[in-house]
């Protein structure tokens, strides 16, 4: 059974800082690019960044140059760190798996594997 666990949400001030981390398990964790996506309320769930098996990543223009994704690939973990947050990014961040052979998708509906979310608040 595939799990997926994030942690690491909370309430932050504009212009600070998180680190999301994910574990993931029941799945081989060489066979999947990882990503992260979030959700606001009564908004559709978008793409944020994501980090292929090697170490390549793709960023969602809008925190590109503050977030950064990495994963361990011997701890079965992926990470999102984020600064300069902003009241807008207010939304529950969700980890999720997608197969390799699938390539660079930044669409929600071709990831294979989700987790349960984790509330991230960011105060004005």
């Known amino acids: 059974q595939v799990q997926l666990v994030e942690s690491g949400g909370g309430l932050v001030q504009a212009g600070g800082s998180l680190r999301l981390s994910c574990a993931a398990s029941g799945l081989t964790f060489s066979s999947y690019a990882m990503g992260w996506f979030r959700q606001a309320p009564g908004k559709e769930r978008e793409f944020v960044a994501a980090i292929s098996w090697i170490g390549k990543t793709w960023y969602d223009d809008f925190v590109r140059g503050r977030f950064t994704i990495s994963r361990d690939n011997a701890k079965n973990t992926v990470n999102l760190q984020m600064y300069g947050l902003k009241p807008e990014e207010t939304a529950v961040y969700y980890c999720?798996?997608?197969?390799?052979?699938?390539?660079?998708?930044?669409?929600?509906?071709?990831?294979?594997?989700w987790g349960q979310g984790t509330q991230v608040t960011v105060s004005a």
């Open positions: 999720a798996a997608i197969r390799r052979y699938k390539g660079n998708s930044v669409a929600a509906s071709d990831y294979d594997y």
